[in-house]
């Protein structure tokens, strides 16, 4: 089974943002799901995003993983419901 994954890059050149803005238009609906390495502060970037995105962007929910430690990798079971759940996935790291 072939799917298609949409990756932005943070660290890319900025473009116009033409696709990035497609993207949020169509969220509509959406499940974004935030897998967080557990370094201080991420938690409150994620509900921030998360709270725009719905406000703004129409996403209907917003599923929230915290690992344990930014060196472990999440339980493959946090992978398996995410795929199944999430149309959108963001991993990040505070500080």
């Given at each position: 089974?072939a ?59 917003v ?33």
């Amino acid at each position: 089974m072939a799917e298609t994954v949409l990756l932005f890059d943070p660290t890319a050149p900025r473009g116009k943002g033409e696709l990035a803005q497609s993207v949020l238009s169509g969220m509509t609906g959406k499940v974004v799901g935030f897998i967080d390495n557990a370094k201080p502060n991420f938690n409150h970037l994620a509900d921030d995003i998360g709270e725009l995105l719905m406000a703004r962007y129409g996403v209907s929910r917003v599923l929230k993983h915290q690992k344990r430690s930014a060196s472990t990798p999440a339980a493959a079971e946090v992978y398996q419901q995410y795929a199944e759940e999430c149309d959108l996935v963001i991993t990040g790291s505070g500080d």
